[in-house]
């Protein structure tokens, strides 16, 4: 051994950070992460500390320490409900102790030293790394989901593997890198990216954890994009001494509460919920026959664990040659024979109630193999099932609300939605600062006339295109008619929204510029019939804007009227126009 892992190893330490659900500040999780490696026996980092125990062939022998101490250690934190995550060096599959480990002591022994059931642990496997390392990922990952155990990516989106991996992993959770969450708020980029990732993770069943949350904008937005968990300074740097991780963190609920953005998420009627009782994972296999014969409505029943956690389902048919077997019924009531319930679990789709009806729809059909459903869960925990009627009940009157109240050609909401956005930023304007925004086109008609619709409609389209991937997905978009557009933001100070709404217009002009033909970009005109049938040059497309502000002292009886001028204003400026109302 080319170094003294004994006197290595007696100096380390595990602090634990918790990732905490974002919905409701409980605590979900919590990260071990090493300490007091620095300067031990010469280390001068984490990573150098497992490229010599790699190197030395050592990796496994120190991993199976590590985790003795960091269960250890968790055991004592003691609150029910309440995951590990332990990070694995994927290289680890390369030892030769770990392909020969049957004289190791294994991880079901420690769970078991340390009454530490399976469902507490969660495998951390980085996606950044060497190739060697990134090449084990997948195998890793194999491993430990074969044996029940549940996996995260770390660091997702560092790595080369990218979508590929989220796409072959079948891991349980993706942990989104420090990297794209520093000042997301302010990086469009960065945002667009991980709610991608978010929206890509929640179809194929898994959940998102925002890494490295520092401020409260970072959480907003984190929040606003559909991350499931959030860890990060902002709720909790690493804590060496346990007693001072929470079950809850107020901080959560307080941001919450103090938020004044409207969340836009679709939820459903609850009376679509239909309460099925669960039974527990360790219910016996007699008390499973007699809810089968007293329940005979359905032929599945949702399991949990001891927390109330959604499980999955045991279906009847699968134990029925047992139930109908005076063997199989003398069997179940000898207490004697222990036969469990996860023998007969099969897994089944099940979707967070935060995610809002459409991604709901969405995943369902996208992951649907049977008629059965899909179960719906809050913080993890079985709140009840959606049956497959009901899910054809939600999905034709959602595409009869969208038909109804959206335009036809660019599919943003319409009038309606408009002048409900508007009337309750008056009724709220006590409690929010609204900006509406109206976008008007300058010499559509011209353009119209020269190029014909089929231009006119790209060039909208161009516009709502626009809209939607500048502004943030908490701005309520929407396609008044023709060539007029309305924007409404909540929550934003005005010079953010300004700047923005500037950079808009200028994006415009030169994107529509390739609707002409070489000449007239040349020109930077047109000639057309004005309406009064004269000739006359008409300068290339360009957009009019013009930027209302709704907040606790406005006076909304001047509405209309200060909108009108507004918008008569913008037409004789190349800037947005604005006023307070």
Request: with cysteine; hydrophobic share 35%.
């Amino acid at each position: 051994m080319q170094h003294n892992w004994q006197n290595i190893i007696k100096n380390l330490d595990y602090a634990f950070q918790p990732i905490v659900h974002i919905h409701t500040g409980k605590t979900y999780a919590v990260e071990a992460l090493i300490r007091n490696v620095i300067g031990n026996n010469g280390l001068t980092s984490i990573n150098d500390l497992f490229n010599q125990a790699f190197n030395d062939n050592y990796l496994y022998e120190l991993d199976l320490t590590l985790r003795e101490i960091a269960l250890r250690k968790f055991s004592y934190i003691g609150y029910d409900n309440l995951k590990l995550f332990y990070n694995l060096d994927n290289r680890i599959i390369y030892d030769d102790t770990f392909k020969n480990d049957e004289k190791s002591p294994t991880l079901k022994t420690l769970m078991n030293k340390f009454n530490i059931n399976k469902n507490d642990i969660c495998f951390e496997l980085s996606e950044k790394g060497t190739s060697i390392e990134q090449n084990a990922m997948s195998t890793m990952i194999q491993k430990y989901k074969s044996k029940g155990y549940s996996i995260a990516i770390d660091d997702f989106g560092i790595g080369v593997s990218g979508l590929k991996l989220l796409y072959f992993s079948e891991a349980n959770i993706i942990k989104l890198d420090r990297f794209f969450i520093s000042n997301i708020d302010q990086d469009q980029k960065k945002k667009l990216f991980c709610s991608s990732i978010i929206e890509m993770a929640h179809i194929m069943g898994m959940t998102v954890v925002a890494e490295g949350i520092e401020t409260k904008k970072e959480f907003y937005t984190c929040r606003e994009i559909g991350a499931d968990f959030v860890q990060g300074y902002l709720i909790q740097k690493p804590q060496v001494d346990i007693t001072k991780i929470k079950k809850n963190y107020k901080i959560v609920t307080n941001l919450i509460d103090n938020d004044k953005r409207t969340n836009s998420t679709l939820r459903f009627d609850n009376k679509y919920i239909k309460k099925i009782p669960a039974l527990s994972i360790n219910t016996s296999l007699y008390q499973l026959f007699i809810h089968f014969k007293e329940e005979t409505q359905n032929n599945f029943v949702p399991i949990v664990d001891k927390n109330g956690n959604f499980l999955g389902v045991v279906f009847e048919p699968d134990i029925k040659k047992i139930s109908y077997s005076q063997y199989g019924l003398s069997l179940a009531q000898n207490k004697t024979f222990s036969s469990s319930l996860k023998k007969y679990l099969k897994p089944a789709l099940s979707v967070e109630i935060s995610w809002g009806i459409d991604k709901i729809l969405e995943i369902y059909q996208m992951n649907a193999t049977n008629d059965l459903g899909i179960f719906i869960t809050q913080s993890d925990k079985y709140l009840g099932f959606i049956n497959l009627n009901s899910l054809l009940t939600l999905s034709y009157k959602r595409n009869i609300e969208i038909a109804t109240n959206q335009n036809p050609l660019t599919k943003l909401p319409g009038n309606n939605q408009i002048e409900k956005f508007i009337s309750n930023s008056i009724n709220d304007q006590k409690k929010k600062t609204t900006h509406i925004i109206y976008f008007d086109f300058n010499d559509f008609k011209p353009f119209n006339d020269i190029y014909g619709f089929r231009q006119g409609d790209r060039a909208i389209l161009i516009f709502a295109e626009l809209l939607q991937k500048r502004y943030s997905k908490k701005s309520f978009i929407a396609h008044i008619g023709g060539d007029d557009f309305f924007v409404g933001i909540q929550g934003e100070n005005f010079e953010d929204i300004y700047k923005l709404t500037s950079e808009i217009q200028n994006e415009f002009s030169n994107s529509t510029k390739n609707l002409y033909n070489n000449k007239d970009k040349e020109n930077q005109f047109i000639i057309a019939k004005d309406r009064f049938g004269i000739e006359r040059k008409f300068n290339l497309l360009t957009v009019s804007t013009a930027i209302l502000e709704i907040n606790s002292h406005s006076d909304i009886s001047s509405f209309d009227y200060i909108i009108g001028k507004l918008k008569k204003l913008s037409k004789t400026s190349k800037s947005p126009v604005y006023a307070s109302l």
